[in-house]
């Protein structure tokens, strides 16, 4: 389930895993993969620059929020609409609370969100800038303080709510953290994932 989290810019932004049977990822109106994301940031862990940069993300955007659909219609069964409502007639909500983990084999079903985002959505970058000074990171349009930021990585690392399946994390999640435990660039600075 995706939380809310505080943009520098556009105030409070959704950032998160939508349905346990998939690893896709949403920030508000751009769809990702969490494998994607990950990699990102391993990137970023080892990139040992001091001065602003940029770079690129491919993301699936949503412009329009009706057509992103309804998550707590979907979740509740009560209608399914947009995108959102699509994936969940494909993987419903569990019959079961006990059942709500996030499944670290969700990037299996990857081919088929895939094929699914292409009708709802353009696949297109969107620009990521990292700037030191005043530590910030923005995603798109949305800009994050350095702490804000850790809380998405950190959100990712425990499988988002309602966390990981047993605790069983994917491999590029398990990298993800060795990266930056083992990073020195100030962007991971403070992080420590547990």
């Not at 556009?10 to 950032?15: D, E, I, K, Q, S």
């Not at 990712?156 to 398990?174: A, H, L, N, S």
């Amino acid at each position: 389930m995706p939380l809310a989290f505080e943009s520098l810019n556009r105030g409070t932004v959704a950032f998160g895993f939508f349905n346990i049977e998939t690893d896709l990822l949403l920030q508000q109106q751009y769809f990702f993969f969490a494998d994607d994301f990950c990699g990102h940031l391993v990137r970023m862990a080892e990139d040992k620059r001091q001065e602003r940069y940029e770079t690129a993300w491919p993301v699936y955007p949503i412009d329009d929020p009706r057509k992103i659909g309804d998550l707590m219609a979907a979740i509740h069964g009560i209608r399914y609409t947009g995108f959102i409502g699509e994936v969940y007639k494909q993987f419903p909500f569990p019959k079961r609370e006990a059942e709500f983990k996030q499944k670290p084999e969700g990037f299996r079903n990857r081919a088929w969100m895939i094929s699914l985002l292409e009708r709802w959505a353009v696949y297109k970058t969107i620009p990521v800038r990292v700037d030191p000074h005043p530590e910030t990171v923005s995603i798109g349009e949305y800009l994050f303080t350095k702490e804000v930021f850790h809380q998405l990585i950190q959100y990712v690392w425990v499988g988002g709510y309602p966390r990981w399946k047993e605790e069983i994390r994917p491999d590029y999640v398990m990298k993800m953290k060795g990266r930056i435990e083992k990073s020195s660039s100030w962007l991971m600075k403070g992080l420590v994932l547990r």
